[in-house]
């Protein structure tokens, strides 16, 4: 009798592949499993905020008279750009106090205080200025012992310390480095100093020589201890030479 409605499932009859595999293996076989694939790695996506923009910021740095920083601050301008250098000028006399309201100063020595970071720098040659016309230009360099019976000038801003031996004080009291290379530009004493003090104060009618047996004058970077921050390490690193990539 025929059955209407109703039509094997395709691959279920006697002809069919799994029927006749089932026969030639006597009986149901179980075939290989699938290799597994493995899953798919997953991309880790972390929430993490991203990082803020830096802010506006100066770093402040002190300089006393003669200090030359320029090469250090053209590299700062190079290397972070998005942050101000603000150049401030400090005197000697109070170069301890003005580390209060800057970041880092370069000073002269001595400079002693626990509370304070200071890297030597550099030291500075003394030099003797006088008039054009002063006997002691003849020489190419001096020595202390060229100076005896000289007016030496005494500064209200020295640096240099001891008054030479064999030297006359002069009449009046002590002028600032300024008006003491003024007054001896006239024909009137001497004056010691570093030698950028007295290219600071060039005059066409006053000229220097080395005096070499003077004492030195040495510049050096001085911060707080308790500011170290990270633009003040990146100033010392461009004083210490190190390049934008070089570790601390």
């Given at each position: 009798?025929?059955?209407?409605?109703?039509?094997?499932?395709?691959?279920?009859?006697?002809?069919?592949?799994?029927?006749?595999?089932?026969?030639?293996?006597?009986?149901?076989?179980?075939?290989?499993?699938?290799?597994?694939?493995?899953?798919?790695?997953?991309?880790?996506?972390?929430?993490?905020?991203?990082?803020a923009?830096?802010g506006?910021?100066?770093?402040?740095?002190?300089?006393?008279?003669g200090?030359?920083?320029?090469?250090?601050?053209?590299?700062?301008?190079?290397?972070?750009?998005?942050v101000?250098?603000?150049?401030?000028?400090?005197?000697?006399?109070?170069?301890?106090?003005?580390?209060?309201?800057?970041?880092?100063?370069l000073?002269?020595?001595?400079?002693?205080?626990?509370?304070?970071?200071?890297?030597?720098?550099?030291?500075?040659?003394?030099?003797v200025?006088?008039?054009?016309?002063?006997?002691?230009?003849?020489?190419?360099?001096?020595?202390?012992?060229?100076?005896d019976g000289?007016?030496?000038?005494?500064?209200?801003?020295?640096?240099?310390?001891?008054?030479?031996?064999?030297?006359?004080?002069?009449?009046?009291?002590?002028?600032?480095?300024?008006?003491?290379?003024?007054?001896?530009?006239?024909?009137?004493?001497?004056?010691?100093?570093?030698?950028?003090?007295?290219?600071?104060h060039?005059?066409?009618?006053?000229?220097?020589?080395?005096?070499?047996?003077?004492?030195?004058?040495?510049?050096?970077?001085?911060?707080p201890?308790?500011?170290?921050?990270?633009?003040?390490?990146?100033?010392?690193?461009?004083?210490?030479?190190r390049?934008?990539?070089s570790?601390?």
């Amino acid at each position: 009798m025929a059955h209407h409605g109703r039509r094997p499932a395709k691959g279920s009859g006697k002809g069919s592949p799994a029927h006749r595999g089932r026969a030639a293996g006597g009986g149901s076989r179980q075939g290989k499993p699938a290799p597994r694939r493995s899953p798919r790695a997953e991309k880790v996506v972390f929430d993490a905020p991203a990082a803020a923009p830096e802010g506006p910021r100066t770093f402040r740095l002190g300089a006393v008279p003669g200090a030359t920083p320029g090469k250090w601050i053209d590299t700062w301008k190079r290397r972070l750009p998005h942050v101000a250098l603000e150049l401030v000028p400090i005197e000697v006399s109070g170069q301890r106090e003005a580390l209060d309201d800057l970041d880092a100063a370069l000073v002269r020595l001595p400079l002693d205080d626990d509370a304070l970071h200071v890297i030597p720098l550099y030291d500075e040659v003394p030099v003797v200025v006088a008039s054009t016309d002063s006997h002691l230009l003849a020489a190419d360099e001096l020595t202390t012992a060229d100076l005896d019976g000289e007016v030496l000038h005494s500064l209200s801003d020295d640096v240099l310390g001891p008054v030479v031996p064999g030297t006359i004080p002069p009449r009046g009291g002590p002028l600032s480095t300024a008006d003491a290379i003024a007054t001896a530009a006239t024909g009137v004493g001497i004056v010691i100093v570093p030698m950028s003090l007295a290219r600071l104060h060039h005059r066409k009618d006053a000229d220097y020589r080395v005096l070499a047996d003077g004492p030195v004058s040495t510049v050096a970077l001085a911060w707080p201890r308790d500011r170290t921050t990270p633009d003040v390490e990146t100033f010392v690193g461009i004083v210490r030479g190190r390049t934008a990539n070089s570790s601390r």
